[in-house]
């Protein structure tokens, strides 16, 4: 952990965080309106309020050309 104490895991997701958005994912009627996208699961959880084991909602962090 010393050798990591540099790290910012602040905004991390936990396993569970993920497998909630696959869920929420898998119920969704409209998930062929996604097919063939790249999809960020913190976006996703924004979108359908999923939150992580801790409570917290954890920031997307994408990539926007400008």
Same mark, same amino acid.
């Given at each position: 952990?010393?050798?990591?104490?540099? /790290?910012? /895991?602040?905004?991390? $997701?936990?396993? &569970?965080? !993920?497998?909630? +958005? =696959?869920?929420?994912?898998?119920?969704?009627?409209?998930?062929? $309106?996604?097919?063939?996208? +790249?999809? +960020?699961?913190?976006?996703?959880?924004? &979108?359908?309020? =999923? /939150?992580?084991?801790?409570?917290?909602?954890?920031?997307? /962090? !994408?990539? !926007?050309?400008?």
């Amino acid at each position: 952990m010393a050798a990591a104490a540099f /790290l910012d /895991l602040s905004n991390s $997701e936990s396993p &569970e965080f !993920t497998g909630r +958005v =696959i869920a929420a994912l898998a119920r969704d009627p409209e998930l062929m $309106e996604r097919s063939g996208k +790249v999809l +960020v699961a913190a976006a996703l959880a924004k &979108e359908y309020g =999923i /939150l992580d084991i801790d409570g917290r909602q954890p920031e997307p /962090l !994408t990539w !926007t050309s400008s």
